[in-house]
T-cell receptor, first 114, second 119 residues
Framework: GNSVTQMEGPVTLSEEAFLTINCTYT??????LFWYVQYPGEGLQLLLK?????DKGSNKGFEATYRKETTSFHLEKGSVQVSDSAVYFC?????????????FGKGTKLSVIP | EPEVTQTPSHQVTQMGQEVILRCVPI?????FYWYRQILGQKVEFLVS????????KSEIFDDQFSVERPDGSNFTLKIRSTKLEDSAMYFC?????????????????FGDGTRLSIL
C-alpha cells in the first residue's frame, strides 16, 4: 500500500540556517505529493505540492522537488526564521480514480531559535 | 480567506457515550473528509463524503462511526459508543474537487481540529 516516511524529529536550528526535512514514499502509479505545516494550536495548512515527476513546489521560501527515481520529496529552505517553528507533514495522494485520501508521514517538529 | 471551522475545540466524554463532532466546510466545496491523529502518531484518513454519500473509508471507520451532512452547511462525525482508544485530534477537511491523478487538483483545506478525550 501507499506509505510516507519522514525523518525523525525534533529538528532544532538557529535562525538563518539551512533546512532539509527528508521524505520518501511508497506508492503505486503516480501519486501527488504535498507538504503540510501545522503551527502551534492550529490545523494543517497546505504548504506546497507537486503533481508529477520533476515538478518543484514552492511557497514562503520552502521548496520540494518530486523525484520519481528516488521516490523522494524532500523539503528545503535556505534560511529559516523563528516563525517557521512548526510541525511539517509530508503526504501523498494516490492517483487512482475514486481515491481521495491523503496518506501522511508522522510529522517532523522544527524549532528555530534566535 | 474562507476556512473550515470545527466545534468544539475540545470535547471530553465518558467511555461508552455517543459524541458528535461538528464541522462547517468552505461553502463552495463539494468533498468532505475526516482524519484523526492519535497523540504522537500519524494523521490517519477516516472517510470522504460526496453527494450525500461516503465515497471512501478506511479500516478505522467501522460501524461505530457515521457521517452526515444534516443541512447545507454542516458536516458531522458521530461516534456511537466511544472507547478509550478513540481519544485523538479529529480534523475535518474539504475540497472543491476530489479528482486526483494528472488532472486539475484542488487541495484539501483543514480545520483546526477537535481534541476528543475519552475518560
Amino acid at each position: 500500500g501507499n506509505s510516507v516516511t519522514q525523518m525523525e524529529g525534533p529538528v532544532t536550528l538557529s535562525e538563518e540556517a539551512f533546512l532539509t526535512i527528508n521524505c520518501t514514499y511508497t506508492a503505486t502509479g503516480y501519486p501527488s505529493l504535498f507538504w503540510y505545516v501545522q503551527y502551534p494550536g492550529e490545523g494543517l495548512q497546505l504548504l506546497l505540492k507537486a503533481t508529477k515527476a520533476d515538478d518543484k513546489g514552492s511557497n514562503k521560501g520552502f521548496e520540494a522537488t518530486y523525484r520519481k527515481e528516488t521516490t523522494s520529496f524532500h523539503l528545503e529552505k535556505g534560511s529559516v526564521q523563528v516563525s517557521d517553528s512548526a510541525v511539517y507533514f509530508c503526504a501523498l495522494r494516490f492517483s487512482g480514480a475514486g481515491s481521495y485520501q491523503l496518506t501522511f508521514g508522522k510529522g517532523t517538529k522544527l524549532s528555530v531559535i534566535p | 480567506e474562507p476556512e473550515v471551522t470545527q466545534t468544539p475545540s475540545h470535547q471530553v466524554t465518558q467511555m461508552g457515550q455517543e459524541v458528535i463532532l461538528r464541522c462547517v466546510p468552505i461553502s463552495n466545496h463539494l468533498y468532505f473528509y475526516w482524519y484523526r491523529q492519535i497523540l504522537g502518531q500519524k494523521v490517519e484518513f477516516l472517510v470522504s463524503f460526496y453527494n450525500n454519500e461516503i465515497s471512501e473509508k478506511s479500516e478505522i471507520f467501522d460501524d461505530q462511526f457515521s457521517v452526515e451532512r444534516p443541512d447545507g452547511s454542516n458536516f458531522t462525525l458521530k461516534i456511537r459508543s466511544t472507547k478509550l482508544e478513540d481519544s485523538a485530534m479529529y480534523f475535518c477537511a474539504s475540497s472543491e474537487s476530489g479528482q486526483g491523478g494528472r488532472g486539475v487538483f484542488q487541495p484539501q483545506h483543514f480545520g483546526d481540529g477537535t481534541r476528543l478525550s475519552i475518560l
